[in-house]
């Protein structure tokens, strides 16, 4: 097989593909994925760069070994967010992104810049590329896919082309989904439809062939495996409801009296079968509904069902189902919508809608996705478009409804477990639950302590910034965790260590950091929600609430952890020890001071 050393880009402007060779201390020591992505945002982006204008960058990027690892086959959409105005890292797997591996060939990725004067699909096949014109402007994602039937498909619905800021990027008709931050809408600002991949998926090398057998195995045979055979992350709605953490009816509660009604169970008893059934570890419950086919997952009935008090399954299965095939964020737009309730009953908005209405929560988000009449008054969904702490401005409105970095945050209560807390305020693409779930473990440890919080975050942040940069499967990659892959990559020649990958993973957290700094983030964007100040007033969580005082001691320990400044920014040391020093360009951050304080009461 050819070693992955070049990229494709297309520059939509002119219309062209050209094929670029990557710096060899790029694929060193960024690998791919994620690292790559970055350090090409990095390096191309001015400071202010509008996320929707046509100097901003589309990367869809894969790694040095996609393709071959355990599990899904990924691809990850780097750019920067116009819902966040920083870093976006988004990854979707499925049968594009196997075909998209087979089409790029040579290439770590596919650079989009520019922008079209028409609609226009980018073409992929044996290692080049073509602008074409795209028809099928105006279709949803479903539609959009069924008209390249011989192909691989990630596009944009309706939300992408109306330039929603938490649009996707759906492929295989909307079963996966770039999902988080709106790298769908960058794409409709580019008035790019659709990428497709022509080719098939390669072929497993040889001398990877056992590797991938004895980890899919390790892996089934696994706890992991075995939770995500029994209900792929729906089980994540009981878990999160039985502890005491599932956002309910809009942050107001933290249980959900029909959590099991929309859980696990109910999916397996609706669902028609599952997807890759052939696999040791299946994929979704695919369920049909009376608007189609649906593949819900945990977020699904978490945001839109618990977080909107929509307690039957065929509902939330169907709102999950709309959100895929106009190209929308399910956890952006259920909190849109739970925005939207509890405005209407401050009597801040007029909007007849209220929690348990699934067809009110249904016409609001084809309101947002599309401009269509939606149940509030004019102006709310199109402000709703632009995420919930547009909304909350415009229309000066408490924060009802949760955010970091402007990022709407998943249904886990942090409150519960302070650890969350620290992942999400630390997260580097806004409130996220994907970097690092220490509340898995949390809600069960009798005193989980400072040290164990901040080592469960940090060590999740930097492994997974690692195992995105060569994008493996989320879970089927647990068994690489351990030697992160270096058996795979020595198979092939690479001859890199355990340290030297473990370290790529911290470089890559650290050039993000970089990144956002010089898009004016620093300490503040750290923060939670004030509404977090308060307790949790029932439940088998009652009384957790985030101490401002403790938490402010808590960030400063996780960035005496990382190496960074009191403001949150990477020392010298710490940009020297990853060799990020000659690729830094934002100010950066001066070790604090830990000599210890004279006691004034010492007379000596």
Same mark, same amino acid.
């Given at each position: 097989?050819?070693?992955?050393?070049?990229?494709?880009?297309?520059?939509?402007?002119?219309?062209?593909?050209?094929?670029?060779?990557?710096?060899?201390?790029?694929?060193?020591?960024?690998?791919?994925?994620?690292?790559?992505?970055?350090?090409?945002?990095?390096?191309?982006?001015?400071?202010?760069?509008?996320?929707?204008?046509?100097?901003?960058?589309?990367?869809?990027?894969?790694?040095?070994?996609?393709?071959?690892?355990?599990?899904?086959?990924?691809?990850?959409?780097?750019?920067?967010?116009?819902?966040?105005?920083?870093?976006?890292?988004?990854?979707?797997?499925?049968?594009?992104?196997?075909?998209?591996?087979?089409?790029?060939?040579?290439?770590?990725?596919?650079?989009?810049?520019?922008?079209?004067?028409?609609?226009?699909?980018?073409?992929?096949?044996?290692?080049?590329?073509?602008?074409?014109?795209?028809?099928?402007?105006?279709?949803?994602?479903?539609?959009?896919?069924?008209?390249?039937?011989?192909?691989?498909?990630?596009?944009?619905?309706?939300?992408?082309?109306?330039?929603?800021?938490?649009?996707?990027?759906?492929?295989?008709?909307?079963?996966?989904?770039?999902?988080?931050?709106?790298?769908?809408?960058?794409?409709?600002?580019?008035?790019?439809?659709?990428?497709?991949?022509?080719?098939?998926?390669?072929?497993?090398?040889?001398?990877?062939?056992?590797?991938?057998?004895?980890?899919?195995?390790?892996?089934?045979?696994?706890?992991?495996?075995?939770?995500?055979?029994?209900?792929?992350?729906?089980?994540?709605?009981?878990?999160?409801?039985?502890?005491?953490?599932?956002?309910?009816? /809009?942050?107001?509660?933290?249980?959900?009296?029909?959590?099991?009604?929309? +859980? =696990?169970? $109910? *999916?397996? @008893? &609706?669902? %028609?079968?599952?997807?890759?059934?052939?696999?040791?570890?299946?994929?979704?419950?695919?369920?049909?509904?009376?608007?189609?086919?649906?593949?819900?997952?945990?977020?699904?009935?978490?945001?839109?069902?618990?977080?909107?008090?929509?307690?039957?399954?065929?509902?939330?299965?169907?709102?999950?189902?709309?959100?895929?095939?106009?190209?929308?964020?399910?956890?952006?737009?259920?909190?849109?919508?739970?925005?939207?309730?509890?405005?209407?009953?401050?009597?801040?908005?007029?909007?007849?809608?209220?929690?348990?209405?699934?067809?009110?929560?249904?016409?609001?988000?084809?309101?947002?996705?599309?401009?269509?009449? /939606?149940?509030?008054?004019?102006?709310?969904?199109?402000?709703?478009?632009? +995420? =919930?702490? $547009? *909304?909350? @401005? &415009?229309? %000066?409105?408490?924060?009802?409804?949760?955010?970091?970095?402007?990022?709407?945050?998943?249904?886990?209560?942090?409150?519960?477990?302070?650890?969350?807390?620290?992942?999400?305020?630390?997260?580097?693409?806004?409130?996220?639950?994907?970097?690092?779930?220490?509340?898995?473990?949390?809600?069960?440890?009798?005193?989980?302590?400072?040290?164990?919080?901040?080592?469960?975050?940090?060590?999740?942040?930097?492994?997974?910034?690692?195992?995105?940069?060569?994008?493996?499967?989320?879970?089927?990659?647990?068994?690489?965790?351990?030697?992160?892959?270096?058996?795979?990559?020595?198979?092939?020649?690479?001859?890199?260590?355990?340290?030297?990958?473990?370290?790529?993973?911290?470089?890559?957290?650290?050039? =993000?950091?970089?990144?956002?700094?010089?898009?004016?983030?620093?300490?503040?964007?750290?923060?939670?929600?004030?509404?977090?100040?308060?307790?949790?007033?029932?439940?088998p969580a009652a009384g957790g609430r985030i101490d401002p005082a403790q938490f402010d001691a808590l960030l400063d320990a996780y960035y005496d952890a990382r190496g960074w400044s009191r403001e949150g920014l990477?020392?010298?040391?710490?940009?020297?020890?990853?060799?990020?020093?000659?690729?830094?360009?934002?100010?950066?951050?001066?070790?604090?001071?830990?000599?210890?304080?004279?006691?004034?009461?010492?007379?000596?």
């Open positions: 097989m050819a070693e992955r050393e070049y990229v494709l880009r297309a520059d939509l402007s002119s219309e062209t593909v050209g094929r670029e060779r990557v710096p060899g201390p790029w694929r060193r020591r960024f690998l791919g994925g994620k690292g790559l992505g970055a350090r090409y945002l990095y390096e191309e982006l001015d400071a202010d760069t509008d996320p929707l204008g046509p100097d901003n960058l589309l990367a869809l990027c894969i790694g040095p070994l996609s393709g071959y690892l355990p599990g899904e086959t990924r691809y990850a959409a780097v750019t920067k967010s116009p819902l966040t105005g920083g870093f976006l890292d988004s990854y979707a797997g499925g049968s594009f992104a196997d075909r998209l591996v087979g089409s790029l060939d040579d290439c770590l990725a596919l650079l989009v810049t520019g922008e079209a004067d028409e609609p226009v699909r980018v073409v992929v096949e044996n290692g080049e590329g073509r602008v074409e014109r795209a028809y099928s402007w105006g279709e949803d994602t479903v539609a959009t896919a069924e008209a390249h039937p011989d192909s691989g498909v990630a596009c944009i619905g309706p939300a992408g082309e109306r330039g929603v800021a938490y649009a996707t990027v759906a492929s295989d008709a909307g079963d996966h989904h770039a999902g988080r931050g709106g790298a769908g809408a960058v794409m409709g600002a580019k008035r790019l439809k659709a990428v497709v991949a022509r080719n098939d998926a390669p072929e497993t090398p040889p001398e990877l062939a056992a590797l991938r057998e004895r980890d899919e195995r390790e892996y089934a045979e696994g706890e992991t495996g075995r939770w995500q055979a029994a209900g792929e992350t729906l089980e994540s709605v009981d878990f999160a409801n039985e502890v005491g953490a599932l956002a309910t009816e /809009g942050w107001q509660r933290d249980q959900f009296e029909a959590a099991e009604d929309i +859980g =696990v169970e $109910a *999916a397996a @008893e &609706a669902a %028609d079968g599952r997807e890759h059934p052939d696999r040791a570890v299946p994929g979704g419950f695919e369920v049909e509904t009376a608007e189609g086919r649906s593949v819900p997952r945990g977020a699904t009935p978490m945001t839109l069902g618990a977080g909107l008090g929509v307690g039957e399954f065929d509902a939330v299965a169907e709102l999950g189902g709309l959100c895929d095939r106009l190209g929308i964020d399910v956890i952006s737009a259920g909190n849109a919508v739970a925005w939207a309730i509890r405005a209407a009953e401050a009597g801040r908005i007029d909007c007849d809608l209220s929690f348990g209405d699934a067809d009110g929560a249904r016409r609001l988000i084809e309101a947002i996705a599309t401009g269509a009449s /939606g149940p509030c008054e004019s102006g709310v969904a199109e402000t709703l478009a632009d +995420g =919930v702490v $547009a *909304a909350t @401005e &415009a229309y %000066d409105t408490d924060d009802v409804i949760p955010t970091v970095k402007s990022m709407e945050l998943p249904a886990y209560d942090p409150r519960a477990a302070v650890g969350m807390a620290l992942a999400y305020a630390t997260s580097d693409r806004g409130g996220c639950h994907r970097r690092a779930r220490p509340i898995e473990w949390e809600v069960f440890a009798e005193d989980a302590g400072e040290s164990a919080r901040i080592a469960a975050v940090v060590t999740a942040q930097n492994t997974r910034s690692a195992l995105w940069s060569f994008v493996a499967d989320d879970f089927a990659g647990e068994p690489l965790w351990g030697d992160f892959g270096a058996e795979w990559f020595d198979a092939l020649g690479y001859g890199y260590e355990t340290a030297d990958l473990r370290l790529v993973g911290e470089r890559v957290w650290n050039l =993000v950091r970089l990144f956002n700094a010089r898009e004016g983030f620093d300490r503040d964007a750290d923060e939670l929600p004030e509404a977090f100040t308060e307790p949790i007033s029932d439940g990477p020392t010298r040391e710490t940009l020297a020890r990853l060799d990020l020093a000659a690729d830094a360009e934002t100010p950066v951050g001066e070790a604090p001071d830990r000599t210890p304080k004279p006691n004034p009461d010492d007379n000596d």
